[in-house]
DNA sequence: AAAAGGCATTGATTCAGATCAATTCAGCCC
DNA sequence: GGGCTGAATTGATCTGAATCAATGCCTTTT
């Protein structure tokens, strides 16, 4: 990993600040600079002492900047942009287990494998310290812990939300459970969804084939249920129905 | 739920300990009485405060105690037997999301209803709590927010390995995958695997019909991969064969 | 011991989605 | 604009697991 600079330690925030969910403009926790979104404020006098060890890093689209099985060495809290994260089979199969945004933190694990992949989507900030300082920074600020549980409670709830689609569900089920949660997902509270990553990100994430992808999309699209836009955008036509496909109410 | 009883009280620890998974004898964090094992100790002034409103109940084998969707108003951690979780389709479909055994703590989310309904297998005995008592309880005892974040991280590993048997592999690789796991998470060392819920259950865990379990289990028999024996249980013949297969690499 | 009820196994057939195979489309770079 | 390249769509065919349908096999009841 050669493009990572470090910390811009100048901009020296009077709080400390989490980067989070809750998209309020702020400081990064671990390194003090400006972030597109935090949601927990710290009182804090250690300042100097927390930006110590903290490193900025940039990750080009398309690079894997966690290995899976590799040495869980680091945490990361991403500042800005998008990343999948995934876990793969010997023969190439892989299934991409979610998406993580602004504010996220990945590498939480018990174990000292990582037990899966993280490439980022487009160009990724994110801010990376060391387990030990992980678990010192826990020590000192009982709410990054509250919200690192937090944090995996809601993770723990999609999970099983989509063990459920990839267990049950139908390709037509699964695509509908995916355009609306990309809704709920998206800032804009608009009903066009946008679909940055590729078809093989979503057959990937679905449980499906690429090809199982786009023509259930074109079915749905003949359906009226939704309309295709340029640039990886969708647009839903028959919220309603869409959402009764997505809950499996009727096949 | 008809079938609780308060907590003993009379049975006063003089150290609050925590039922878990490390497999030492103790005493319940809630109620304070005798669990089969626990893990974390935690030094304490105020075990009667913290005793006040614990009650111990006790379930019947196939009583679902969480209803998914129902108001989260409790909190549970499972002193004694073996639960199931789930989620459930309008028309019936089910998968179930995991299974928890003595020491699993319950209920933990952030959203105000539960995610997964929750069943005896069989007679279980635990620990409940409300939901503000539990919030008190994490502001009094750090160790416990660690150790719910530690079991958290567990479980979100466990998920994402689910994910990727749920979306991409075969039956055969799932259901070794299962009996693997199974292995793991007996107590006993020996390859003699217990199986103590039904097909059905299996079916609805690994994302298959019963039919396909049951020809999977005999196919495995036939290969010489495993022996069936009395009474829900499977003897690991092959254990390499059956990780190779479990693993993807060859189909 | 016989009857009954609930799993589990096994067989026959179907089907949703995978696989194999062309096109078609959308950017991009001269 | 005219190729060039990788992604997306569409079509034809195949197949693994689901579905439909009998038995078989324990456990409980009488």
Redesign the interface.
């Known amino acids: 990993m050669s493009d990572q600079t470090t910390c811009r330690r100048d901009a020296r925030p009077r709080r400390l600040i989490l980067a989070g969910a809750h998209r309020q403009p702020g400081y990064c926790l671990t390194c003090g600079i400006r972030a597109q979104s935090v949601c927990s404020v710290i009182d804090d006098d250690d300042i100097a002492r927390l930006a110590e060890t903290a490193v900025e890093t940039l990750v080009l689209p398309g690079r894997t900047f966690i290995e899976e099985g590799a040495a869980a060495t680091d945490f990361y809290n991403i500042t800005s942009g998008s990343v999948k994260?995934f876990?793969a089979?010997?023969?190439g199969?892989?299934?991409i287990?979610g998406f993580a945004t602004t504010g996220h933190f990945l590498g939480?694990?018990?174990?000292d494998q990582y037990?899966?992949g993280a490439e980022a989507i487009d160009t990724v900030r994110l801010c990376r310290f060391s387990r030990p300082r992980m678990r010192q920074l826990?020590d000192d600020f009982?709410r990054l812990?509250?919200r690192?549980?937090?944090e995996?409670?809601?993770?723990?709830?999609a999970?099983?939300?989509?063990?459920?689609l990839?267990?049950?569900?139908t390709a037509r089920e699964r695509v509908a459970s995916f355009l609306l949660e990309r809704m709920r997902e998206a800032q804009d509270p608009a009903e066009d969804v946008p679909l940055p990553m590729t078809r093989s990100d979503m057959a990937?994430y679905?449980?499906l084939t690429i090809e199982t992808v786009s023509r259930t999309l074109s079915w749905m699209r003949t359906e009226r249920l939704v309309a295709i836009g340029k640039g990886h955008t969708v647009r839903i036509v028959a919220m309603e129905r869409l959402q009764t496909l997505a809950?499996?109410?009727a096949a």
Do not use: C, H, I, Y
């Open positions: 994260l876990k089979l010997p023969d199969r892989r299934q287990t939480l694990a018990v174990s037990a899966f826990m009982p812990e509250r690192l549980l937090a995996a409670s809601n993770e723990l709830v999970a099983q939300n989509q063990m459920l990839l267990g049950r569900k990937d679905l449980g809950a499996g109410d």
